[in-house]
């Protein structure tokens, strides 16, 4: 029902925006896609997004962890550090991918590097995703 909802204010706002979509909208429009199990329209919306930011990378990035495309994480991990940096939740989608893909020393590298690489500090979040490596 919720989807159905969404999907009309997708259509609006392409009809209103065009492809100029405000970054907050369709920011809430790939969350709100990828929380409803869409994932693929999750990513076409992100993929048409001209502006995106951290808030845009951490919603695909945990939709796709959430549905289990861990993989496909770590392959738009590289692309993200171009358009943006990363922060605590965008480590926690990353090395959530890693534990339930099964992408240990992946998971390994990202961990261990955190602060030095990216300069986020741990915290129990991080160290709750590690637990099966």
């Not at 048409?48 to 861990?70: E, F, I, P, Y």
């Amino acid at each position: 029902m919720y989807v159905v909802t969404g999907s009309w204010v997708h259509v609006y706002a392409c009809k209103t925006m065009g492809s100029e979509m405000d970054v907050m909208v369709g920011t809430a429009l790939v969350d709100m896609y990828a929380k409803c199990g869409r994932v693929d329209t999750a990513l076409k919306v992100f993929q048409q997004m001209k502006d995106r930011n951290v808030v845009t990378w951490n919603a695909v990035l945990s939709g796709l962890t959430m549905h289990g495309r861990g993989r496909v994480v770590l392959k738009m991990f590289p692309q993200m550090l171009k358009e943006a940096k990363p922060d605590n939740l965008t480590f926690i989608a990353l090395l959530s991918a890693c534990s339930h893909s099964g992408l240990v020393e992946q998971g390994r590298h990202y961990f261990q590097n955190l602060e030095a690489l990216y300069g986020v500090t741990p915290t129990i979040e991080h160290y709750a995703c590690m637990w099966m490596f």
